[in-house]
Nanobody, 118 residues
Framework: QVQLVESGGGWVQPGGSLRLSCAAS????????MGWYRQAPGKQRELVAD???????NYVDSVMGRFTISRDNAQNTVILQMSSLKPEDTAVYYC????????????WGQGTQVTVSS
């Protein structure tokens, strides 16, 4: 059984910063990517950023230059540092873990709310 435990999130004014953390535990084999998705009310869930074990990163265009994803391979933890936050960043943020063979499955955290408003 694989579990993802998220922390961080909350409310911040525009221009502020927040840090999200996600720790994976359980039978974790052959990580393909760890990352973060978000879903705003009335919108589809979208990839925010992900990272491979080798450190290759991928960001959605709207967060480039403002968000930074990093990971601790030994701890199976992924961090999303969010800066210069905008109201349009408001969403529920979900941690995601993609495992290859033999599990070949995607796992999700419970979600954490990020609200950016004045």
């Amino acid at each position: 059984q694989v579990q993802l435990v998220e922390s961080g999130g909350g409310w911040v004014q525009p221009g502020g910063s927040l840090r999200l953390s996600c720790a994976a535990s359980g039978r974790i084999l052959n990580i393909i990517t760890m990352g973060w998705y978000r879903q705003a009310p009335g919108k589809q869930r979208e990839l925010v950023a992900d990272i491979t074990p080798g450190g290759r990163t991928n960001y959605v265009d709207s967060v480039m230059g403002r968000f930074t994803i990093s990971r601790d391979n030994a701890q199976n933890t992924v961090i999303l540092q969010m800066s210069s936050l905008k109201p349009e960043d408001t969403a529920v943020y979900y941690c995601n873990l993609n495992l290859g063979w033999p599990l070949s499955q995607a796992y999700w955290g419970q979600g954490t709310q990020v609200t950016v408003s004045s």
